[in-house]
């Protein structure tokens, strides 16, 4: 391994996962949760929703921006996505 590639696996391993989760998994969680409730275990579905606000909630999708911000496509997806 060169110098460059330990350097770019190191730099790697500590981005924080859930930085790494994108918006569409976390409406794929509620799509399982949802799933779940129809199903004959329905309360896996509790178990799915705590993991995907969990992760909402550390990636600070439930934040506010500051008051002169101006926000992209992507600002709102993930608020839509929250709340």
Same mark, same amino acid.
């Given at each position: 391994? @060169?110098?460059?590639? /330990?350097?770019?696996?190191?730099?790697?391993?500590?981005?924080?996962?859930?930085?790494?989760?994108?918006?569409?998994?976390? !409406?794929?969680? $509620?799509?399982?949760?949802?799933?779940?409730?129809?199903? /004959?275990?329905?309360?896996?579905?509790?178990?799915? @929703?705590?993991?995907?606000?969990?992760? /909402?909630?550390? $990636?600070?999708?439930?934040?506010?921006?500051?008051?002169?911000?101006? /926000?992209? !496509?992507?600002?709102?997806?993930?608020?839509?996505?929250?709340?």
């Amino acid at each position: 391994m @060169t110098e460059h590639q /330990a350097m770019t696996f190191s730099s790697l391993r500590y981005v924080p996962l859930v930085l790494l989760i994108s918006i569409s998994a976390h !409406i794929f969680g $509620k799509l399982i949760a949802f799933y779940f409730i129809g199903t /004959a275990v329905p309360q896996t579905c509790w178990n799915v @929703t705590g993991l995907g606000i969990r992760l /909402a909630l550390e $990636k600070g999708l439930h934040r506010r921006k500051g008051h002169g911000y101006k /926000a992209n !496509i992507v600002d709102e997806t993930e608020k839509r996505a929250f709340w």
